[in-house]
């Protein structure tokens, strides 16, 4: 099948034929760098990520403080710039405390178990396009797979371990709260995150991300797929525990979750385990639907923006793009609750994502039959479809609120405090919140004399008093 035929009228790159176009890699060549450039290339990827998390912690405190009028970090360096190396150095000299009634293995092993994965995830994604190290042609990538997106979501899904052994290692109730929580959020957005990449394999006919970013040589998929970016956009927020979908961590509490039994080291792996996943999966939604390395318009007409080096820059500004969607998110908005957030995960972004998948495959058929003007209409589905999911979940959130009797769709006034369901709030030892339907009984009001009365009565009935014990 000819690649005209397998992408329909407008046909674009595919892994195959990347060799033959200037610029972007071939996936056969992956695997064929000496082994010294391999090395390069692997610390070249860890203090990538190493800086942009040290960056990242010092932006997210001086964007907030900004934010919330306030004075950032500003003692440590000049202007506060060498913050977070002194907080890693600080980290790196505390004394690492170990409960005792811990399972000491898996406790040391979990936060290793966190932060590996997250590194691995970066190996497929793509820098930039191929240029020259050292007289050798390499592409700035440090290897790419046929698979490449499923094994990101592989190697991420093998950090939630380490967060659920963390909880229950610790031999603590709220951090087995906090991991059972975390791990909950995680493979539930997990869901619909994979159903956003599913649409993009479809449309580009290709799992591998340096194919990926090739079939996006004309149009980036956030425009024909603005539904699929949307949810991904929702869903990595989730998957990174980030506000305001930080739900292990808890005020009411007074714990931070899974690894609130962790110090030193043990807990800066965490810390650095979160802002690295914050890294790759906003690189991999600068792969995805951003085009990846390639220049915006109108920076793309000039015919160097997208060859040797300088594509690495535009990388690097839509990563941080993303990074300060993070930090906005994070100083905006509210946590909500985790009954909202696990409504929002299952009830909106999986059946949208489900009922999208099923737009751009028969839109992707028709594309095949000879569809003319097939991007206009697949963007054309993808505003619709994006303009339909705040009123699904308006209505959603509107849907559990009663409404007066007599209105059109209206339900019966909730029960009065004469009416309803008897409710006692220590009925099991532990004081519970009332469900909806039930109401606390009310509560007598005592005023100072009935109160110092019933006290003296107390104090006079208790045997055990100096008082009483006199008389």
């Not at 006692?424 to 509560?443: I, K, S």
């Amino acid at each position: 099948m000819s690649d005209a035929v397998l992408f329909g009228a407008a046909a674009v790159p595919v892994p195959g034929a990347l060799s033959a176009q200037s610029g972007y890699p071939d996936p056969a060549s992956f695997g064929q760098d000496p082994w010294w450039l391999v090395v390069v290339k692997a610390v070249a990827v860890f203090a990538f990520l190493v800086l942009t998390v040290l960056v990242a912690i010092l932006a997210e405190r001086k964007i907030l403080a900004r934010m919330q009028m306030r004075v950032g970090p500003n003692r440590v360096g000049p202007r506060g710039l060498l913050q977070s190396l002194a907080d890693g150095v600080k980290l790196a000299l505390k004394e690492g405390i170990v409960p005792a009634g811990v399972d000491k293995p898996i406790y040391v092993l979990a936060p290793i178990i966190a932060t590996v994965p997250a590194f691995m995830a970066f190996a497929v994604i793509p820098l930039g396009p191929v240029v020259s190290v050292f007289g050798q042609r390499t592409p700035l990538q440090l290897t790419d797979l046929s698979v490449a997106v499923l094994y990101i979501l592989a190697a991420t899904s093998i950090g939630v371990y380490g967060i659920v052994l963390a909880g229950w290692a610790s031999g603590s109730t709220y951090p087995l709260l906090g991991g059972l929580r975390s791990t909950a959020q995680v493979i539930s957005y997990e869901i619909a995150m994979a159903l956003s990449f599913a649409a993009v394999f479809l449309l580009s006919g290709t799992l591998s991300t340096s194919g990926i970013v090739a079939a996006q040589d004309g149009v980036w998929y956030v425009f024909l797929l603005l539904p699929s970016f949307l949810i991904y956009v929702t869903a990595m927020v989730g998957e990174t525990n980030r506000a305001p979908f930080d739900l292990p961590e808890a005020e009411g509490e007074l714990v931070g979750g899974f690894h609130t039994e962790y110090s030193s080291l043990k807990f800066a792996m965490f810390m650095l385990a979160e802002y690295v996943n914050m890294v790759t999966v906003s690189a991999l939604a600068t792969t995805l639907f951003l085009g990846g390395w390639r220049a915006p318009w109108p920076l793309n007409m000039w015919e160097g923006a997208n060859s040797g080096w300088v594509p690495l820059l535009w990388f690097v500004l839509k990563v941080w793009g993303f990074l300060f969607l993070f930090v906005w998110l994070r100083g905006t908005l509210p946590r909500l609750r985790y009954d909202q957030f696990m409504n929002l995960g299952w009830k909106v972004l999986i059946p949208v994502a489900l009922a999208w998948i099923m737009v751009v495959a028969v839109i992707r058929v028709l594309r095949t039959e000879g569809l003319d003007r097939w991007q206009f209409v697949l963007a054309a589905a993808g505003v619709v479809v994006a303009l339909a999911v705040p009123s699904l979940m308006w209505n959603r959130m509107r849907a559990g609120r009663p409404r007066p009797t007599g209105t059109p769709g209206g339900t019966a006034a909730p029960p009065s405090a004469a009416t309803a369901e008897p409710f006692d709030p220590m009925a099991g030892g532990f004081p519970v919140p009332p469900l909806p339907g039930q109401t606390l009984p009310p509560r007598r009001r005592r005023t100072p004399v009935a109160a110092a009365a019933e006290g003296g009565a107390g104090r006079r009935s208790d045997p055990t008093t100096e008082e009483n014990r006199d008389a």
